[in-house]
Each structure stands twice: as C-alpha cells, then as structure tokens.
C-alpha cells in the first residue's frame, strides 16, 4: 500500500518515562534526569526509528516543601538537564533527527532565547526547534518579578515575544557574510539589521550577535490549545503538540487550527498537528493489559493523593474516598486553560471515580492511552491520521529506555509497511524532514515589497 501523505513522528521524552511511577519499573533508568549516556541511548533509538524529532518538556519550575512531603519523597521529576544544553551535547551524536526544546515567554528573555536557540541550530546543523510556552505555573518566586501574569497578559507577551525573537533571527541576511580574505572584508553591513523594537513588553535594539539560523527559524512549536493559544499557535507555529482523548476532539482540534491559516496568509500544510499518545505494548492484548496494571500498580498512595489535589486545588477531599465518584473540577484559574479542560472533559465524559481519575492522569496526563498490540497500536494512530485527526504524533513512552526501544522495533515497521511512515529521512534539517518551508528574511522580504511599490508608482 503507498501513501504519498507520510506521518510525523516525535518522541516526547520524560526522563524514567512518562508514567509518574514509571522510575521504579524494573526497566526504567532511575538516575536518568541526570544521566547523559540514557538520553545518548534515546536520541539514537529514536533516530534508529526514523523519528522526526525529540522533544523535552521543561519549565522553570522546581518542588517546594508543602504539605505532601511524603509524595515529594516519592517521586522523581525533581532535577533533570536544561534542555538546549541537552541537545546541543547529543546533536555531536547523531546526524538526522531533530531537538525540540520548551523555553518560556513569561520567564525568559527574548534576545538570549534567541541567541541560545540559533546557536542550537548551527551546532546541530539545522535540527533545532523551539516549543513556545507562557507557563501555567505559578514560579515566579524563582524570579524577580512581583506575581504570576494572568492568562490574557501571558498570552499578550507571548504574542510579541515570538514576533521580536524571529526578527532578532533575522538581524544578518542569509549572505551577509562575505569572509573574502583577499579583499579583506568580512561582513557587508547593509546587510545587518537592528530590530529597534519598542513594544508593549519590551524594548530590543538589536542587532543579534548569531547569523542567521540554518533553519531561516529554529521549527516554531506551540502547544496551547485556549483561544488564545489557538491564535498564537495559528499565526505563528508550525507544529503544534497537542492532548486529545476522543478522534471527535482531535477532528475538532485540527480543522479549527486548519481553518484559522488563512488569515494569516497561510496554507494546511503550514502547521502540523501532532496529538500525544501514551502506547502500552504487549505481543497480546492481555499482555499489554498486564503491563499496564502492572505500572499502574506502581503508585503510592500518597502520590495519587496527591495528584488529585493537584486537580482540586482549593478543595477538602478529605471526606472521599478514592472508590467515590470524582466531582467537578475547580474552573476558575488563571493556569493551564487547555489542560484544565481536557481533564474535566477526561471526568464527566466517563463518570469516573477519584481512583479511576488519578490513574487516567498518572499515564499520560490527559493526553491519549492505548493498550494493546503493535497492530493496534498502528490502527489507532491511522484512524486519526487518515480521519482529519493528526498529521503527526508525539510518542510518550510510559517507561524508558525500553518501551521507546519497543515502539522503534515494533511499532514503525507496520507503519512503513502500511505505506505510512518514511523509510528514510527526505532531508539533512528537521524543517525538510517536516516538509516545511524555510522562511524568507523579513527585513529581504520588506525591502523588496517597499522597491516593487517604487517601481509601480
């Protein structure tokens, strides 16, 4: 069977794994936060499979003590590596698949963000990408800054950021270095640039002190799926990682994001849409039943406790029992919208119980669960693509190295076999193996509009 259409693949990598026990699974690597040579094994399985990407979520955020200090005791996502720095170490390690790094509008800085992540690019030699977020968080004690923005101003930010740092990209054309030894010339200043940018949040003068991106721009990534994320996400990404349950949800996802382009001047295949999906293997159905219970089996109390105050901010559990139907959420925050919602829809939509509820999350966080066979596995994932549901995947691994390794061997053959799914990589920069454009250099594409005018005049 032939498919001209190819699925993207990313591998969205939680350091023992994505489930919240997945560090003490037999297979799981528990140092692996802090442990080059795991994630040296996990971009090149990755990159083994023919896999577009890996990606890692961060955030500024750490643990603080509070109230449920025996959960803290007992979970593992407190220290882990900044990730551009990540990625830069395992971009000398690899040669084709790209690096996805979430930075944040709300707590970084525009003009190093930039410089980090065009220098990502060249030492990688194009395969670098930038995962836009504003941070549902509340860290900013760790910053000097008087609050946490509400939602709207975070979004409001965001929305210049992403706008300041592409024209900060654009500081030096594609050819401004000339590096003529004879002539003894270097740079043609005409083609340098200072932003000179005085916004709302923020003044940069510019020029960047990085050329150019190989990339034009690192792979633009968005994952808010709010109203205002939606915008953000169709004006400016061009993948965006997203959690849907249901393929009514992700068909719901993907034609308001296709539909929203045109606006902005571009096209459906623009933006990919890439939902998550947590894969639970077994060469059987009971198999990978049995592997998933087993996992499951792995959280302490205290920690599904504390899930659901997580969830319930604000609220006295303490007259529930895990086996009592889960109530409403709290729907007023100024958080994380887009997964506030999806959780609440995760709930009413099946009636179900606290413990039924903390175990939903404690795999995937609200994004998709399948157990079952590889064929499964891949029937699942085609439903959505070949339904107006994904363009791309994101593959979380409920414990790792080894269900990445096992997707790798079990899952990708069926999906080339199917037509499906490259059986090599198209090209050397992760925007080609996307299929996406290289951007023009906007202050190129000004200069060239403002002389065609003349022209007419």
């Given at each position: 069977m032939s498919n001209t259409r190819k699925m993207r693949l990313g591998a969205f990598i939680m350091a023992t794994g994505h489930h919240v026990a997945a560090w003490r699974h037999p297979d799981s690597q528990a140092d692996a936060g802090l442990n080059i040579d795991h994630y040296r094994e996990l971009a090149q399985t990755?990159?083994?499979?023919?896999?577009?990407?890996?990606?890692?979520?961060?955030?500024?955020?750490?643990?603080?003590?509070?109230?449920?200090?025996?959960?803290?005791?007992?979970?593992?996502?407190?220290?882990?590596?900044?990730?551009?720095?990540?990625?830069?170490?395992?971009?000398q390690v690899t040669q084709h698949i790209g690096f996805v790094s979430t930075a944040s509008t709300t707590y970084e800085d525009p003009y190093l963000l930039a410089r980090r992540f065009a220098s990502l690019d060249y030492i990688s030699k194009g395969r670098a990408g930038w995962n836009v977020v504003t941070t549902g968080s509340d860290v900013s004690k760790n910053f000097s800054i008087p609050g946490h923005p509400a939602h709207a101003d975070r979004y409001a930010?965001?929305?210049?950021?992403?706008?300041?740092?592409?024209?900060?990209?654009?500081?030096y054309e594609d050819d401004a270095f000339i590096r003529d030894k004879e002539s003894g010339i270097y740079v043609d200043p005409d083609k340098v640039h200072q932003l000179n940018h005085k916004g709302a949040h923020f003044t940069v003068a510019g020029p960047l002190n990085v050329g150019r991106p190989i990339q034009g721009y690192p792979v633009i990534v968005q994952a808010g799926a709010s109203e205002a994320g939606r915008e953000l996400a169709a004006r400016t990404a061009e993948m965006i990682f997203t959690a849907n349950q249901t393929l009514e949800d992700a068909q719901e996802f993907y034609g308001d994001i296709k539909?929203?382009?045109?606006?902005y001047g571009r096209e459906a295949g623009d933006v990919l849409v890439a939902p998550g999906i947590f894969p639970v293997l077994g060469g059987t159905e009971k198999e990978a039943q049995d592997?998933?219970?087993?996992?499951?089996?792995l959280?302490?109390?205290?920690?599904?406790?504390?899930?659901?105050?997580?969830?319930?901010?604000?609220?006295?559990?303490?007259?529930?029992?895990?086996?009592?139907?889960?109530?409403?959420?709290?729907?007023?925050?100024?958080?994380?919208?887009?997964?506030?919602?999806?959780?609440s829809d995760l709930v009413s939509r099946n009636d179900l119980t606290l413990r039924?509820?903390?175990?939903?999350?404690?795999?995937?966080?609200?994004?998709?669960?399948?157990?079952?066979?590889p064929e499964q596995v891949a029937?699942?994932?085609?439903?959505?693509?070949?339904?107006?549901?994904?363009?791309?995947?994101?593959?979380?691994?409920?414990?790792?190295?080894?269900?990445l390794t096992d997707f790798?061997?079990?899952?990708?053959?069926?999906?080339?076999?199917?037509?499906?799914?490259?059986?090599?990589?198209?090209?050397?920069?992760?925007?080609?193996?996307?299929?996406?454009?290289?951007?023009?250099?906007?202050?190129?594409?000004?200069?060239?509009?403002?002389?065609?005018?003349e022209a007419t005049a």
């Open positions: 990755a990159e083994r499979g023919l896999f577009d990407l890996v990606f890692v979520a961060d955030s500024p955020a750490g643990w603080e003590r509070g109230k449920d200090v025996e959960a803290i005791r007992r979970q593992s996502t407190g220290a882990h590596f900044e990730p551009v720095t990540l990625w830069a170490a395992l971009s930010r965001a929305e210049e950021f992403v706008d300041l740092v592409k024209g900060l990209w654009d500081s539909s929203r382009l045109g606006r592997n998933y219970d087993y996992i499951q089996s959280v302490h109390p205290s920690v599904a406790w504390n899930i659901l105050k997580r969830h319930y901010q604000g609220m006295d559990l303490s007259g529930y029992s895990l086996d009592d139907i889960a109530p409403p959420l709290p729907q007023s925050t100024e958080l994380n919208k887009s997964r506030l919602k999806l959780v039924q509820f903390y175990l939903a999350v404690a795999t995937a966080r609200g994004h998709r669960t399948v157990v079952g066979t029937d699942a994932m085609q439903l959505w693509f070949d339904n107006g549901g994904a363009d791309a995947f994101n593959i979380m691994p409920p414990v790792l190295p080894t269900a790798v061997d079990q899952v990708v053959p069926i999906l080339q076999k199917r037509g499906l799914f490259r059986t090599e990589y198209e090209g050397r920069t992760l925007r080609e193996n996307l299929g996406l454009k290289r951007p023009g250099n906007s202050f190129v594409e000004r200069n060239r509009a403002d002389a065609e005018r």
